[in-house]
């Protein structure tokens, strides 16, 4: 029994004493905010015309080719 009353009144110490550094005697510190930057946005990469371009002149090749 005396042992049981040992470990209790241990724990509580225990438990009570954990509360007593919860504000400490130091100074404050202050983080800066948090600025969130915008992406920059990035040019349009194009119309797309050229792919178009070249897909034409390799399809007349290979009909030119097919008709010989």
């Keep these: ?6 470990i209790a009144a241990a ?4 438990v009570m004493s954990t509360s007593a550094f919860a504000g400490g005697i130091s100074d404050e510190v202050m ?7 915008e992406p ?3 040019e349009p990469a194009g119309s797309g015309t050229t792919g178009l371009i070249v897909l ?6 290979l009909l030119l080719v097919a008709n010989q």
């Design 1 to 6: 029994m005396r042992t049981t009353t040992t």
């Design 31 to 37: 983080e800066a905010p948090v600025v969130m930057e």
């Design 40 to 42: 920059m946005m990035e």
């Design 11 to 14: 724990a509580s110490i225990a």
């Design 56 to 61: 034409g002149v390799l399809a007349a090749a």
